[in-house]
């Protein structure tokens, strides 16, 4: 079975800055896909950025960018010039290989940004 | 990207009675997903409903208390049955990106209160 794990309930940060959100996971399955996704307020969950387990290149998508740690099976979110609208909670994902889709959550990360 | 749509987007219900919600997709798409998500928490898988078949059940949800439907590629039911305060919860439809079957799109959900 897989696990998702988010150590950090809630966090800061001003605008303009930086922060990142930490997830660890576990996994049996040897190709595998990670996700952040972001919950603002609307309740609308909208994919941030996404991760193959077999690429080692760390994904990038403009403001938003990851560190990927295979083996010691991390997965942080690194947000650049943070700004108002990243206000959401944050989840971090996971998809097995042959899951087609099923994902597995974390419990979520609360981000509030301050001006 | 998929356009998809839940009905109702909120509902207070009473105890013992039952709520269909309904998700439509702009595209057809092979296999739908319900999650639930309780209050403050993460999402949780309930089911993978594919058009044609009996929808998979994750551990902990059953058909009876959760029945759902897949008439076409296009929309997918779920009904919460006898609910009870516990019910209480946002219920999200998604849909797996044809041909990145690990990147999912989700619905705006459906915020059910029973009381």
């Known amino acids: 079975a897989q696990t998702v794990t988010q150590s950090q309930p809630e966090m800061s940060v001003q605008e303009a800055e930086t922060v990142t959100l930490s997830c660890t996971y576990d996994?049996?399955?040897?190709?595998?896909?990670l996700f952040w996704y972001k919950q603002p307020p609307s309740r609308q969950m909208i994919l941030v950025i996404r991760?193959?387990?077999?690429?080692?290149q760390n994904a990038t998508e403009n403001r938003f960018s990851v560190n990927f740690q295979k083996a010691a099976k991390s997965f942080s979110l690194k947000i650049s010039d943070s700004q108002l609208g990243d206000t959401a909670m944050y989840f971090c994902a996971h998809a097995g290989g042959t899951s087609y889709g099923k994902l597995t959550f974390g419990q979520g990360t609360i981000l509030t940004v301050h001006p | 990207s998929a356009v998809i749509s839940q009905k109702p987007s909120r509902d207070i219900c009473q105890r013992g009675t039952s709520l269909t919600i309904q998700c439509q997709v702009d595209?057809?798409?092979?296999?739908m997903f319900w999650y639930r998500q309780q209050p403050g928490q993460s999402l949780t898988l309930i089911a993978t409903?594919?058009?044609?078949?009996?929808?998979?059940?994750e551990s902990g949800f059953v058909i009876d208390k959760f029945p759902i439907s897949r008439p076409n590629l296009t929309f997918s039911t779920l009904t919460v049955s006898n609910m009870s305060p516990e019910d209480s919860s946002i219920y999200l439809c998604?849909?797996?990106?044809?041909?990145?079957?690990?990147?999912?799109?989700f619905g705006p959900g459906t915020r059910l209160t029973v009381l």
């Open positions: 996994t049996s399955e040897n190709n595998y896909y």
């Open positions: 409903a594919n058009q044609g078949s009996e929808a998979t059940y």
């Open positions: 595209s057809q798409v092979t296999m």
């Open positions: 991760q193959e387990a077999y690429k080692q």
């Open positions: 998604s849909v797996n990106r044809e041909f990145y079957y690990n990147e999912q799109f």
